[in-house]
């Protein structure tokens, strides 16, 4: 209302929000909905029947979590002046509209796709054929690698809006890309859309509100958003999909508008990933269905506490080699300046060969405390990282995980849905078949994994060792070194 800082807004009028990180407090605190029957006043309930948002690159700060698909909300002014947070029910002529951003993903159970009548037509197929591990996916010849590089601070509306741009280039092509980290979360998110019920998608690095022009922040970051896209390159079905094909190849601005827009309607989301797969195999049996499943939740699980425990050691260490321990050397080092010093003034001849190893020695040790200082940027710091990707990876894991063993609880009560003719008795076998396709493609993600795991530990395994045998014959060379100071008697 005009002068006191509130919306009023009649039914079916739209309303276009241009920033919906702060659509529901904004609408908890400033909308009055008027109807024509009726004026609710401050203090009661009101819904949002529709909300449509501008396309993003239309306001595109970076902290901006705007979206190219509509957004609707439906705020209780009351409930949220009580400090309530969830309603269930709304009065007048209002409708219900969820806020969740894929309902095919997180909210439908997998009786979507089992259940089915009509599949929706895809073209693009997923493969699963039985290798010597078992049900693989079907790799490419050559595997797509992608450098993100040469990070550019770029600015919007004569500067009042800055980001910082990523080069990011495809093997295949060669043709670099500019992107920003609001880009990098679309693909994420329409990943996650797409192929979350059957493929863990890792989450993206976290955004920062403060220091995120800053050099070492950029650098992180941008060392993180590589290692998320070599993931995803690595990925047989991820790096084959057209979404992933569109941010790394479109041509310009209306190719990249064009092919979200395209995206962002794809019916195959969620459970019907499934609909897609295409396994070489026979059928599997039920009680084979749930062992797989049981089994690789088990050892995700166990690996998940192993590598949260890995985490914590690691980060107790990094803690005490940049404070407590370099701090323990250098009192070593002033001890024995210390001792030197007292040597020093005795005035008996032939003391400086002693005095002066001692100063040596004292020199040595705050050299060393400052090698340990800087020793886990140079190998922990990837063993942590690595470990930060695994722990994101299982935790993708439970989702995917549980829409398996609701199937599987799905078709042990098909007889009972058939004799209560929730389903009919054609519906049983196509259920069974269809159950088999999600274990293969849950088996031939669970290869994917140990493979891609066995060959991470290795790397990242032998580049730790690498290093701390560097360190230590660092060290070794000091030591070696002042000890030569020394006359042997």
Same mark, same amino acid.
């Given at each position: 209302?005009?002068?006191?800082?509130?919306?009023?807004?009649?039914?079916?009028?739209?309303?276009?929000?241009?920033? /919906?990180?702060?659509?529901?407090?904004?609408?908890?605190?400033?909308?009055?909905?008027?109807?024509?029957?009726?004026?609710?006043?401050?203090?009661?309930?009101?819904?949002? *029947?529709?909300?449509?948002?501008?396309?993003?690159?239309?306001?595109?700060?970076?902290?901006?979590?705007?979206?190219?698909?509509?957004?609707?909300?439906?705020?209780?002014?009351?409930?949220?002046?009580?400090?309530?947070?969830?309603?269930?029910?709304?009065?007048?002529?209002?409708?219900?509209?969820?806020?969740?951003?894929?309902?095919?993903?997180?909210?439908?159970?997998?009786?979507?796709?089992?259940?089915?009548?009509?599949?929706?037509?895809?073209?693009?197929?997923?493969?699963?054929?039985?290798?010597?591990?078992?049900?693989?996916?079907?790799?490419?010849?050559?595997?797509?690698?992608?450098?993100?590089?040469?990070?550019?601070?770029?600015?919007?509306?004569?500067?009042?809006?800055?980001?910082?741009?990523?080069?990011?280039?495809?093997?295949?092509?060669?043709?670099?890309?500019?992107?920003?980290?609001?880009?990098?979360?679309?693909?994420?998110?329409?990943?996650?859309?797409?192929?979350?019920?059957?493929?863990?998608?890792?989450?993206?690095?976290?955004?920062?509100?403060?220091?995120?022009?800053?050099?070492?922040?950029?650098?992180?970051?941008?060392?993180?958003?590589? @290692?998320?896209?070599?993931?995803?390159?690595?990925?047989?079905?991820?790096?084959?999909?057209?979404?992933?094909?569109?941010?790394?190849? #479109?041509?310009?601005?209306?190719?990249?508008?064009?092919?979200?827009?395209?995206?962002?309607?794809?019916?195959?989301?969620?459970?019907?990933?499934? @609909?897609?797969?295409?396994?070489?195999?026979?059928?599997?049996?039920?009680?084979?269905?749930?062992?797989?499943?049981?089994?690789?939740?088990?050892?995700?699980?166990?690996?998940?506490?192993?590598?949260?425990?890995?985490?914590?050691?690691?980060?107790?260490?990094?803690?005490?080699?940049?404070?407590?321990?370099?701090?323990?050397?250098?009192?070593?080092?002033?001890?024995?300046?210390?001792?030197?010093?007292?040597?020093?003034?005795?005035?008996?001849?032939?003391?400086?060969?002693?005095?002066?190893?001692?100063?040596?020695?004292?020199?040595?040790?705050?050299?060393?405390?400052?090698?340990?200082?800087? /020793?886990?940027?140079?190998?922990?710091?990837?063993?942590?990282?690595?470990?930060?990707?695994?722990?994101?990876?299982?935790?993708?894991?439970?989702?995917?995980?549980?829409? #398996?063993?609701?199937?599987?609880?799905?078709?042990?009560?098909?007889?009972?849905?058939?004799?209560?003719?929730?389903?009919?008795?054609?519906?049983?076998?196509?259920?069974?078949?269809?159950?088999?396709?999600?274990?293969?493609?849950?088996?031939?993600?669970?290869?994917?994994?140990?493979?891609?795991?066995?060959?991470?530990?290795?790397?990242?395994?032998?580049?730790?060792?690498?290093?701390? *045998?560097?360190?230590?014959?660092?060290?070794?060379?000091?030591?070696?070194?002042?000890?030569?100071?020394?006359?042997?008697?």
């Amino acid at each position: 209302m005009p002068g006191n800082g509130e919306l009023t807004v009649k039914e079916g009028e739209t309303i276009t929000i241009t920033n /919906q990180v702060s659509v529901r407090p904004y609408l908890q605190t400033l909308i009055w909905v008027h109807f024509p029957e009726r004026c609710l006043v401050k203090g009661s309930r009101c819904s949002i *029947v529709a909300v449509t948002a501008m396309d993003d690159d239309e306001w595109d700060d970076e902290w901006d979590d705007t979206r190219s698909s509509a957004c609707y909300a439906e705020v209780d002014l009351e409930a949220a002046e009580e400090g309530a947070t969830n309603r269930t029910e709304v009065q007048g002529p209002t409708r219900k509209i969820t806020l969740n951003k894929f309902p095919g993903f997180s909210k439908s159970g997998p009786e979507l796709y089992l259940l089915a009548k009509m599949l929706p037509k895809g073209k693009e197929k997923i493969s699963v054929y039985m290798g010597e591990v078992g049900p693989v996916w079907l790799y490419p010849e050559v595997q797509m690698e992608c450098l993100v590089a040469d990070p550019k601070k770029g600015s919007k509306m004569y500067g009042l809006k800055s980001y910082i741009e990523y080069q990011v280039t495809p093997s295949t092509t060669n043709r670099p890309v500019n992107h920003r980290y609001k880009h990098f979360d679309w693909l994420y998110e329409r990943l996650l859309e797409k192929y979350g019920s059957a493929i863990p998608i890792p989450s993206l690095p976290d955004k920062q509100v403060t220091g995120r022009f800053d050099e070492d922040f950029i650098k992180l970051r941008m060392e993180r958003l590589q @290692s998320w896209m070599s993931r995803m390159c690595r990925h047989p079905i991820v790096s084959n999909s057209e979404v992933l094909q569109l941010f790394l190849n #479109h041509q310009d601005e209306k190719d990249w508008k064009l092919g979200k827009r395209k995206a962002e309607k794809d019916e195959t989301v969620g459970v019907m990933i499934f @609909s897609q797969i295409e396994a070489e195999a026979p059928e599997l049996g039920l009680d084979e269905v749930e062992r797989k499943c049981e089994s690789f939740s088990r050892f995700t699980k166990a690996m998940d506490d192993k590598v949260k425990d890995l985490l914590a050691v690691g980060h107790d260490h990094w803690k005490r080699c940049t404070g407590p321990l370099p701090k323990q050397y250098q009192k070593i080092a002033k001890a024995f300046q210390n001792l030197s010093t007292v040597f020093s003034s005795s005035g008996y001849q032939g003391e400086s060969t002693l005095t002066d190893a001692l100063t040596a020695t004292g020199k040595t040790y705050e050299e060393i405390a400052t090698i340990i200082s800087e /020793q886990p940027k140079k190998d922990l710091h990837f063993l942590v990282e690595t470990n930060l990707e695994y722990k994101g990876i299982l935790g993708c894991f439970p989702e995917t995980i549980t829409v #398996h063993k609701a199937a599987i609880d799905k078709l042990k009560d098909a007889d009972k849905l058939v004799a209560t003719n929730k389903i009919s008795p054609h519906d049983k076998p196509v259920m069974a078949k269809r159950v088999s396709n999600m274990s293969y493609a849950l088996q031939a993600e669970m290869n994917h994994f140990h493979s891609n795991r066995i060959h991470d530990y290795n790397r990242v395994m032998q580049f730790y060792l690498e290093e701390q *045998v560097k360190l230590y014959e660092t060290i070794a060379g000091k030591l070696r070194a002042a000890l030569q100071q020394y006359t042997t008697l």
